[in-house]
Protein backbone atom coordinates (compact mmCIF):
# COMPACT_ATOMS: atom_id res chain seq x y z
CA UNK A 1 0.00 0.00 0.00
CA UNK A 2 0.97 3.56 -0.56
CA UNK A 3 1.82 5.80 2.44
CA UNK A 4 2.15 9.30 3.42
CA UNK A 5 6.18 8.82 3.39
CA UNK A 6 6.10 7.75 -0.41
CA UNK A 7 6.34 11.45 -1.48
CA UNK A 8 9.46 11.69 0.53
CA UNK A 9 12.88 12.54 -0.46
CA UNK A 10 15.44 12.24 2.95
CA UNK A 11 18.79 12.37 2.66
CA UNK A 12 18.58 12.12 -1.07
CA UNK A 13 21.11 13.86 -3.16
CA UNK A 14 19.73 16.19 -6.41
CA UNK A 15 21.57 18.51 -8.61
CA UNK A 16 19.86 20.91 -10.40
CA UNK A 17 21.66 22.83 -13.39
CA UNK A 18 20.31 26.41 -13.41
CA UNK A 19 19.20 26.61 -9.65
CA UNK A 20 19.64 29.95 -8.72
CA UNK A 21 16.67 31.29 -9.90
CA UNK A 22 13.01 30.68 -11.34
CA UNK A 23 11.92 27.52 -12.16
CA UNK A 24 15.23 25.59 -11.23
CA UNK A 25 15.57 27.72 -7.73
CA UNK A 26 11.79 26.91 -7.33
CA UNK A 27 12.72 22.92 -8.50
CA UNK A 28 15.73 22.90 -5.89
CA UNK A 29 13.45 24.49 -3.20
CA UNK A 30 11.23 22.07 -3.57
CA UNK A 31 12.93 19.04 -3.46
CA UNK A 32 14.33 19.84 -0.67
CA UNK A 33 11.11 20.63 1.31
CA UNK A 34 10.88 16.87 1.20
CA UNK A 35 14.44 16.02 1.95
CA UNK A 36 16.70 16.22 -0.33
CA UNK A 37 20.21 17.51 0.01
CA UNK A 38 20.68 19.85 -2.88
CA UNK A 39 23.62 20.56 -5.69
CA UNK A 40 22.87 24.00 -7.66
CA UNK A 41 25.24 24.14 -10.89
CA UNK A 42 24.84 27.35 -12.22
CA UNK A 43 27.11 30.19 -13.87
CA UNK A 44 25.31 32.46 -11.48
CA UNK A 45 27.26 31.83 -8.24
CA UNK A 46 25.66 34.82 -5.96
CA UNK A 47 22.43 34.15 -7.13
CA UNK A 48 22.66 30.68 -6.33
CA UNK A 49 24.17 31.52 -3.03
CA UNK A 50 20.95 33.24 -2.04
CA UNK A 51 18.98 30.58 -2.81
CA UNK A 52 21.22 27.76 -1.34
CA UNK A 53 20.83 29.82 2.35
CA UNK A 54 16.68 29.70 1.80
CA UNK A 55 17.40 26.19 1.55
CA UNK A 56 19.85 25.80 4.62
CA UNK A 57 16.86 27.17 6.51
CA UNK A 58 14.97 24.64 5.70
CA UNK A 59 17.85 22.10 7.52
CA UNK A 60 18.82 20.66 4.12
CA UNK A 61 22.53 20.72 2.88
CA UNK A 62 23.32 22.47 -0.11
CA UNK A 63 26.21 22.62 -2.48
CA UNK A 64 26.64 25.77 -5.23
CA UNK A 65 28.82 24.72 -8.03
CA UNK A 66 30.01 27.24 -10.60
CA UNK A 67 29.21 25.65 -13.60
CA UNK A 68 28.90 26.88 -17.27
CA UNK A 69 26.74 23.52 -18.78
CA UNK A 70 27.99 24.54 -22.32
CA UNK A 71 31.66 23.19 -21.00
CA UNK A 72 31.60 19.36 -20.84
CA UNK A 73 34.35 19.49 -18.48
CA UNK A 74 32.52 21.70 -15.72
CA UNK A 75 29.20 19.47 -16.56
CA UNK A 76 32.33 16.58 -15.20
CA UNK A 77 33.45 18.21 -12.62
CA UNK A 78 30.12 19.46 -11.32
CA UNK A 79 29.19 15.62 -10.75
CA UNK A 80 32.50 14.64 -9.46
CA UNK A 81 32.39 17.37 -6.87
CA UNK A 82 28.77 16.39 -5.93
CA UNK A 83 29.90 12.60 -5.41
CA UNK A 84 33.24 13.67 -3.46
CA UNK A 85 30.50 15.96 -0.83
CA UNK A 86 27.65 13.63 -0.86
CA UNK A 87 28.91 10.35 -2.03
CA UNK A 88 25.76 10.05 -4.24
CA UNK A 89 23.68 11.40 -6.66
CA UNK A 90 20.05 10.36 -6.89
CA UNK A 91 18.47 12.81 -9.06
CA UNK A 92 19.75 15.00 -11.43
CA UNK A 93 17.18 18.11 -12.87
CA UNK A 94 17.93 18.80 -16.68
CA UNK A 95 16.72 22.69 -16.05
CA UNK A 96 18.83 25.13 -18.17
CA UNK A 97 17.57 26.30 -21.16
CA UNK A 98 17.01 29.19 -22.81
CA UNK A 99 15.04 31.46 -26.00
CA UNK A 100 14.98 33.78 -28.56
CA UNK A 101 11.84 35.26 -30.03
CA UNK A 102 12.58 35.33 -34.10
CA UNK A 103 10.93 33.93 -37.63
CA UNK A 104 13.30 31.21 -38.37
CA UNK A 105 14.88 33.10 -41.26
CA UNK A 106 16.03 35.99 -39.10
CA UNK A 107 17.82 33.87 -36.98
CA UNK A 108 21.57 34.27 -37.78
CA UNK A 109 23.80 30.53 -37.51
CA UNK A 110 25.09 31.62 -34.10
CA UNK A 111 21.99 32.20 -32.52
CA UNK A 112 20.47 28.76 -34.37
CA UNK A 113 23.37 27.06 -32.87
CA UNK A 114 23.23 28.67 -29.04
CA UNK A 115 19.88 27.37 -28.92
CA UNK A 116 20.92 24.31 -29.72
CA UNK A 117 23.87 24.46 -27.18
CA UNK A 118 21.80 25.65 -24.44
CA UNK A 119 18.75 23.88 -24.85
CA UNK A 120 19.97 20.37 -26.51
CA UNK A 121 23.68 19.73 -26.10
CA UNK A 122 24.00 20.41 -22.52
CA UNK A 123 21.11 18.17 -21.89
CA UNK A 124 23.05 15.16 -23.51
CA UNK A 125 26.13 16.01 -21.70
CA UNK A 126 24.54 16.39 -18.22
CA UNK A 127 22.43 13.13 -19.06
CA UNK A 128 25.46 11.12 -19.72
CA UNK A 129 28.11 13.08 -16.78
CA UNK A 130 24.70 12.12 -14.41
CA UNK A 131 23.74 8.27 -15.45
CA UNK A 132 27.35 6.91 -15.63
CA UNK A 133 27.80 8.66 -11.34
CA UNK A 134 24.43 6.49 -11.02
CA UNK A 135 25.40 3.61 -13.15
CA UNK A 136 28.98 3.41 -11.06
CA UNK A 137 26.83 3.60 -7.65
CA UNK A 138 24.41 1.18 -8.45
CA UNK A 139 21.36 1.93 -6.74
CA UNK A 140 19.16 3.58 -9.70
CA UNK A 141 18.51 7.33 -10.16
CA UNK A 142 16.18 9.79 -11.86
CA UNK A 143 16.51 11.89 -14.26
CA UNK A 144 13.76 14.85 -14.64
CA UNK A 145 14.04 16.98 -17.78
CA UNK A 146 12.60 20.28 -17.74
CA UNK A 147 11.50 20.75 -21.59
CA UNK A 148 8.26 22.64 -23.13
CA UNK A 149 4.56 22.15 -24.62
CA UNK A 150 6.26 23.76 -27.51
CA UNK A 151 8.21 20.67 -28.40
CA UNK A 152 4.35 19.12 -28.59
CA UNK A 153 3.10 21.77 -31.09
CA UNK A 154 4.47 24.63 -33.91
CA UNK A 155 6.14 27.24 -32.40
CA UNK A 156 6.36 30.12 -34.60
CA UNK A 157 9.01 32.92 -33.94
CA UNK A 158 10.59 29.76 -31.78
CA UNK A 159 11.49 27.28 -34.32
CA UNK A 160 14.97 26.47 -33.40
CA UNK A 161 13.75 26.26 -29.45
CA UNK A 162 10.38 24.18 -30.44
CA UNK A 163 13.14 21.82 -32.51
CA UNK A 164 15.04 21.24 -29.56
CA UNK A 165 12.22 20.64 -26.90
CA UNK A 166 11.03 18.52 -29.37
CA UNK A 167 14.30 16.50 -29.59
CA UNK A 168 14.52 16.41 -25.51
CA UNK A 169 10.98 14.37 -25.20
CA UNK A 170 12.28 12.13 -27.64
CA UNK A 171 15.91 11.79 -26.03
CA UNK A 172 13.40 11.23 -22.55
CA UNK A 173 11.46 8.30 -24.05
CA UNK A 174 15.00 6.69 -25.40
CA UNK A 175 16.98 7.04 -22.66
CA UNK A 176 14.14 5.84 -19.91
CA UNK A 177 14.59 2.39 -22.11
CA UNK A 178 18.06 2.60 -22.48
CA UNK A 179 19.09 2.80 -18.65
CA UNK A 180 16.01 0.92 -17.11
CA UNK A 181 18.18 -2.24 -16.53
CA UNK A 182 20.20 0.39 -14.17
CA UNK A 183 17.45 1.12 -11.93
CA UNK A 184 17.37 4.97 -13.51
CA UNK A 185 14.09 6.59 -14.53
CA UNK A 186 14.06 9.37 -16.70
CA UNK A 187 10.84 11.89 -17.40
CA UNK A 188 10.49 15.28 -18.67
CA UNK A 189 7.91 18.07 -17.08
CA UNK A 190 6.61 20.85 -19.90
CA UNK A 191 5.65 23.80 -18.83
CA UNK A 192 3.94 26.82 -20.94
CA UNK A 193 3.79 30.04 -19.28
CA UNK A 194 5.12 30.19 -15.44
CA UNK A 195 5.20 33.59 -13.73
CA UNK A 196 8.87 34.24 -12.61
CA UNK A 197 11.14 36.99 -11.51
CA UNK A 198 13.16 36.39 -15.12
CA UNK A 199 10.33 36.40 -17.07
CA UNK A 200 9.05 39.75 -16.04
CA UNK A 201 12.29 41.76 -16.10
CA UNK A 202 12.92 40.73 -19.87
CA UNK A 203 9.49 40.97 -21.06
CA UNK A 204 7.73 43.48 -18.61
CA UNK A 205 5.07 44.14 -21.65
CA UNK A 206 3.98 40.61 -21.03
CA UNK A 207 3.11 41.41 -17.48
CA UNK A 208 0.42 44.03 -17.60
CA UNK A 209 -3.02 43.76 -16.11
CA UNK A 210 -4.75 43.94 -19.43
CA UNK A 211 -2.44 41.39 -21.18
CA UNK A 212 -2.68 38.93 -18.48
CA UNK A 213 -6.42 39.55 -18.61
CA UNK A 214 -5.88 38.34 -22.60
CA UNK A 215 -3.90 35.79 -22.13
CA UNK A 216 -6.20 33.85 -19.35
CA UNK A 217 -8.49 32.82 -22.17
CA UNK A 218 -5.86 30.86 -23.78
CA UNK A 219 -5.60 29.09 -20.34
CA UNK A 220 -8.13 26.12 -19.37
CA UNK A 221 -7.50 26.82 -15.50
CA UNK A 222 -7.73 30.21 -16.05
CA UNK A 223 -4.10 31.60 -15.56
CA UNK A 224 -0.20 31.46 -16.36
CA UNK A 225 1.53 28.81 -13.95
CA UNK A 226 3.62 29.03 -11.14
CA UNK A 227 6.81 28.08 -9.90
CA UNK A 228 5.95 25.82 -7.72
CA UNK A 229 3.50 23.82 -9.74
CA UNK A 230 6.58 23.03 -11.68
CA UNK A 231 8.43 22.27 -8.46
CA UNK A 232 5.88 19.81 -7.23
CA UNK A 233 5.40 17.35 -10.52
CA UNK A 234 9.41 17.43 -10.02
CA UNK A 235 8.89 15.70 -6.24
CA UNK A 236 6.44 13.91 -7.87
CA UNK A 237 8.88 12.25 -10.70
CA UNK A 238 11.67 11.99 -8.28
CA UNK A 239 9.77 10.27 -5.03
CA UNK A 240 8.47 6.42 -4.53
CA UNK A 241 5.13 7.65 -5.80
CA UNK A 242 6.58 7.64 -9.64
CA UNK A 243 8.29 4.45 -8.96
CA UNK A 244 6.33 2.70 -12.14
CA UNK A 245 6.75 6.08 -14.58
CA UNK A 246 9.50 6.29 -16.80
CA UNK A 247 10.02 7.42 -20.19
CA UNK A 248 6.97 10.17 -19.61
CA UNK A 249 6.69 13.89 -20.88
CA UNK A 250 4.11 15.77 -17.72
CA UNK A 251 2.19 18.71 -19.05
CA UNK A 252 1.65 21.15 -16.49
CA UNK A 253 0.27 23.68 -18.28
CA UNK A 254 -2.83 24.87 -17.03
CA UNK A 255 -4.22 22.61 -20.06
CA UNK A 256 -3.13 24.79 -22.73
CA UNK A 257 -1.87 21.77 -24.79
CA UNK A 258 -4.87 20.29 -24.50
CA UNK A 259 -6.87 22.98 -25.69
CA UNK A 260 -5.43 23.42 -29.25
CA UNK A 261 -6.80 26.10 -30.20
CA UNK A 262 -9.79 26.62 -28.31
CA UNK A 263 -10.51 29.62 -26.68
CA UNK A 264 -13.59 30.15 -23.38
CA UNK A 265 -15.56 32.78 -24.50
CA UNK A 266 -16.85 35.50 -21.81
CA UNK A 267 -19.94 34.07 -22.07
CA UNK A 268 -18.77 30.33 -20.81
CA UNK A 269 -18.77 29.13 -23.85
CA UNK A 270 -16.28 27.58 -25.92
CA UNK A 271 -14.70 28.83 -29.42
CA UNK A 272 -12.32 27.46 -32.34
CA UNK A 273 -11.47 29.66 -35.52
CA UNK A 274 -13.21 31.48 -34.76
CA UNK A 275 -16.96 30.00 -33.48
CA UNK A 276 -19.11 29.19 -30.69
CA UNK A 277 -20.14 25.62 -29.31
CA UNK A 278 -21.92 26.53 -25.62
Known sequence: MISPNDILLTDQVAVVTGGAMGIGAGIAKGLASFGAHIVIADIDVAAAEKTAALIREQGRQVLVVA?????????????????AHFGRLDIFVNNVGGVRSSRFMDLSERSRERHVQINLMNLLACTEAAARAMIDRGQGGNIINITSIEGQRAAPMFSVYAACKAAMNSFTRTTALE????????????????????????NPGFYTADTVARRSKYIPLGRD???????????????????????????????TSASSGWLKSDDGGWSLYPGNFS
Open 179 to 202: LAEHGIRVNTIAPDIVDTEGARTM
Open 225 to 255: GIVDEIASAAVFLASRMANYVTGAVLNVDGG
Open 67 to 83: TDVMDKEQIKAMVAKTI
